[in-house]
């Protein structure tokens, strides 16, 4: 029954998706609009074939029916019910199944928002295009991914999901809140691909397509926050970030998101930018299919990657396609794409936000080509190069400050032109800001150049953001910091929080390997100290359970128990470490032990880590953040994305959700042409 039910599923979604391109398309070639606003239909039964066969799925995987190879490979009646959800997006169809849904869902709220204008062509057009990409996830899943294969012999239990995958909670989170922010980019895409396609490239769809693009990036923000706590909490290595394949795969995507934020801005206030903002929305929905060849392939070697399958090759050409018809569709339009303005000054904010285009630009690049690397060196040379930490540390390091730069001086610029005298008085107190806090990481004892320079622009960046929010206050009291100016700037401090994190526990980390033993001997003590906590072996245990065998080895940090392990599971060929993390406002302490105890000795690790906890709290902050940019400002009026009028050259327009300008000055309010900031 759940195999029926599953394919059931998948066949509707397919037939809606195809259906929902060929009818609209019709409509739009025969200008009929009631074809047009077909869509709505077809879009609920592409999300009606996704939510039966993630119940379906979902059921098979609760009721433990191994007939389906997917629950017999990676199913088990001993696995707990909250990681028994989760095996569903635990490896390769699975993923795809819920990439499916999330995909329905979006189409459906796509329908809902232009219900009123589903018969107007950019609609038409990017419903076309998300009809597209959702046909080709439920082909995958009638072809080569298919999650409801049915065996000849059902056997009577299955080793149940990777280890890995049941050890923390967070893996209930984790993957769904990447692929929200993953599948959520199909929606800007699909406007951009509409805009070309039309020849409507004015700035007015920008407003929503810029909205869409931010719930997008909020999920992929969260989502890779939460992979990187998951990381830290799980795999006992004392990191959290380790430039891996997969991680690269979706920190792409973010990059040129974050990107495009940015660079909206400028089009949507003179007209410029153009050419950026539909190629940075173009890469980034291209990047979101990289990335899922690159985990669901197997093509290289990652702890998160699934096994090598055959919808590698589907995905690589899906890439291909994206890629030819969006430069075809840019080269197509180019003409009409040329901005009548320009940039007055490069001490501006459009001058600023060309230059923060350009560094994002060269940090994707550097994170691509370190990751695509050893597949080019492979195809070459037949040799596979690997391309390690060291290069992405030491390539990524400078471009990381010149963006803490940026993210003091943009905030404060002008449009069009700025002059010495007003970025002195803006620039003031965030200088000031910037060398309180290097003066106050001296005091503390940091040393060292690269973390004393990050933690000076961090500083300074951070009063930039305080200034703008504090001028906002003033205005227009708590009600004023709604918006997307002032959201940005809430943003903007989680990622400082984030950065300081990252250049402390980088430079000031400790890692000590030691043999402990619970009644002191030579060469093995009981209790040892490491950078000021003292750590004393209590005891070990056993604890034996149905999902696995655990052996524990209890500790006393600063007078707080840890309780380290390593597990064993059913299915699993070695065992698993559990470390044990605590944090505090100024360090994390994480003990993993690395040998079976025996003989009242056991091998210990200690990572102490600065400020790790400012790195979830830095991430709490952007998602806050994100929500306040999502918006409008108490004086932004609504703009019809499709209808409204593009900007006559030199025109100043309105910045929607901006609470003002970072001296006090409103900048929603009308400006006459040629008026200077």
């Not at 609920?44 to 995987?61: D, K, N, S, T, W």
């Not at 990681?83 to 809902?112: H, K, P």
């Not at 057009?125 to 298919?146: D, E, K, T, Y």
């Not at 934020?261 to 890469?283: D, F, P």
Request: overall charge positive.
């Amino acid at each position: 029954m759940n195999a029926a039910l599953g394919t059931g599923g998948v066949v509707l979604g397919l037939v809606g998706a195809l259906g929902g391109i060929v009818t609209v398309l019709m409509g739009i070639r025969g200008r009929r609009p009631h074809l047009m606003a077909m869509s709505r239909t077809y879009a609920l039964m592409v999300l009606g074939g996704g939510l039966l066969a993630f119940a379906a799925m979902e059921r098979a995987l609760i009721t433990r029916d191994f007939s389906l190879e997917y629950v017999a490979k990676h199913g088990s009646t001993s696995t707990p019910p909250l990681y028994n959800f989760a095996t569903l997006w635990g490896a390769l169809e699975g993923s795809i199944l819920l990439w499916s849904l999330i995909l329905g869902v979006y189409t459906v709220a796509v329908v809902v928002k232009f219900r009123r204008r589903l018969s107007d062509p950019l609609v038409a057009w990017a419903m076309v295009v998300i009809f597209a990409v959702a046909l080709f996830f439920f082909v995958l899943m009638a072809g080569p991914a298919n999650p409801f294969r049915v065996l000849d012999i059902a056997p009577a239990d299955g080793p149940g999901p990777n280890p890995l995958l049941q050890n923390h909670p967070l893996m209930a989170f984790h993957p769904p809140m990447l692929y929200l922010g993953y599948v959520g980019f199909t929606v800007p895409f699909a406007f951009a691909v509409a805009a070309l396609v039309t020849g409507r490239l004015g700035e007015g769809w920008l407003v929503e397509t810029r909205r869409w693009t931010l719930f997008a990036w909020t999920f992929l923000t969260i989502g890779i926050i939460l992979g990187a706590w998951w990381s830290h909490e799980v795999l006992g290595w004392g990191g959290y970030w380790g430039w891996d394949p997969v991680e690269n795969a979706s920190l792409l995507p973010w990059i040129t998101g974050t990107a495009y934020l940015h660079s909206v801005m400028v089009q949507e206030r003179r007209g410029m930018l153009r050419v950026w903002n539909l190629s940075l929305l173009c890469a980034t929905f291209a990047l979101t299919i990289l990335g899922t060849f690159l985990t669901r392939s197997g093509v290289l070697d990652s702890v998160h990657a699934f096994s090598e399958s055959a919808i590698g090759p589907m995905l690589l050409g899906f890439f291909g396609l994206v890629v030819a018809v969006t430069v075809g569709l840019v080269g197509w339009r180019g003409d009409r794409l040329r901005s009548p303005a320009r940039i007055d000054s490069p001490a501006s904010r459009e001058g600023a936000f060309l230059f923060n285009n350009i560094v994002f630009a060269a940090f994707a690049f550097v994170v691509l080509l370190g990751t695509v690397f050893p597949l080019i060196s492979e195809a070459i040379a037949d040799d596979r190069v690997t391309v390690g930490v060291p290069y992405f540390e030491r390539m990524t390091m400078p471009i990381g400050m010149v963006l803490l730069f940026l993210m003091a001086v943009a905030p404060v610029l002008p449009w069009r032109k700025a002059s010495a005298e007003t970025l002195s008085k803006r620039l003031i107190w965030p200088a000031w800001t910037g060398a309180g806090v290097l003066a106050l990481a001296v005091v503390l004892g940091a040393r060292g150049f690269a973390p004393l320079v990050a933690f000076f622009l961090a500083g300074f960046a951070a009063g930039s953001a305080l200034r703008q929010l504090v001028l906002a206050t003033r205005r227009q009291g708590w009600r004023g910091l709604v918006g997307r100016t002032n959201g940005g700037m809430v943003v903007h401090l989680g990622v400082l929080m984030i950065a300081v994190a990252l250049a402390a526990s980088g430079a000031y980390s400790v890692e000590r390997d030691a043999r402990m033993c619970i009644q002191a001997e030579k060469g093995c003590p009981s209790t040892i100290t490491v950078k000021g906590h003292e750590i004393t072996f209590v005891k070990t245990s056993e604890h034996t359970t149905a999902q696995k065998n655990e052996i524990r080895a209890t500790f006393l940090v600063d007078g707080a128990d840890y309780t380290p392990a390593l597990q064993l599971f059913p299915n699993g060929s070695q065992t698993i470490g559990k470390p044990t993390v605590k944090n505090t406002f100024r360090s994390s302490v994480m003990l993993t032990i690395t040998d079976p105890p025996a003989n009242g000795s056991v091998a210990l690790k200690v990572f102490v880590q600065p400020m790790i906890v400012w790195l979830w709290i830095g991430g709490a902050v952007m998602a806050i953040g994100s929500a306040m940019a999502a918006f409008p400002g108490k004086r932004r009026r609504p703009i019809d994305p499709v209808s409204a009028p593009v900007p006559t050259s030199g025109s100043r327009g309105r910045e929607p959700g901006n609470g003002g300008g970072p001296d006090g000055e409103s900048e929603d309010r009308p400006v006459p042409v040629g008026a200077s900031s």
